[in-house]
């Protein structure tokens, strides 16, 4: 009897764009290009790069930023009946997203409940958005900087008996891909994967993602 537990991403994978990198190009403060840039090669950390990108917006912009993200985010294709088949089957599904909390928690609401929603946190009491990062890496993570480090939040809830799925799109699902026992990816992360030679199945929407259980896991919709 296997234990499929799933970790899912929110930006680029739950939602169809990265809600972080459309914040900036709506705000575009000045060098988030090049940061950002930085993140994709690893030659700066995501927790750093995300902390320096808000740090240039100030906090007076909060009620404006919220609501363009929350306007222009649009939620994949079949979302909500992948939640639905993970609950009829009590397969528990963790959303772990490099996101931040003033867009992940109201979007994914009507959703839920989840077995858990990992994500940062921003401050505007400060001059300048400040972003906190609760779920940093474990002593284990090679990385140190991931921010919402994924692996180690699946070191937490992992059990011999357990077969991991990770969801996800680009670099910060990477280390969690590494770890799982089945990789379902798009876009950047089928690169990343491809590149190190680790086995994994594509996905354009959660119909698709649905399938891939159904036959990876043996329970049907
Ligand atoms: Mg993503
Ligand atoms: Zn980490």
């Not at 709506?26 to 995501?46: A, E, R, V």
Request: hydrophobic share 40%.
């Amino acid at each position: 009897m296997i234990r499929p537990i799933i970790f899912c991403d929110f930006d680029g994978t739950i939602t169809n764009q990265d809600n972080i990198i459309h914040i900036m190009k709506k705000f575009d403060p000045p060098g988030w290009n090049t940061i950002k840039d930085h993140i994709l090669s690893q030659k700066l950390s995501i927790q750093e790069g995300v902390k320096q990108m808000f740090s240039m917006l100030p906090s007076t912009l909060k009620n404006e930023v919220i609501s363009f993200v929350l306007k222009e985010a649009q939620i994949r294709e079949g979302f909500d009946e992948f939640v639905a088949y993970t609950k009829k089957h009590k397969i528990p599904l963790f959303i772990v997203s490099g996101g931040i909390d003033f867009f992940v928690q109201p979007l994914l609401e009507g959703y839920g409940p989840f077995a858990g929603i990992y994500c940062n946190e921003a401050d505007f009491t400060v001059d300048n958005i400040k972003i906190n990062f609760p779920h940093g890496c474990d002593p284990y993570c090679s990385s140190q900087g991931c921010g919402c480090c994924k692996p180690s939040i699946m070191r937490t809830l992992l059990t011999a008996e357990s077969t991991s799925i990770v969801i996800g799109d680009s670099i910060t699902d990477l280390e969690a891909a590494k770890l799982a026992d089945i990789v379902i990816a798009r876009d950047f992360l089928i690169e990343r994967c491809e590149e190190l030679n680790l086995p994994f199945q594509t996905f354009e929407n959660f119909h698709d993602v649905i399938s891939i259980l159904e036959t990876r896991v043996g329970v049907k919709q």
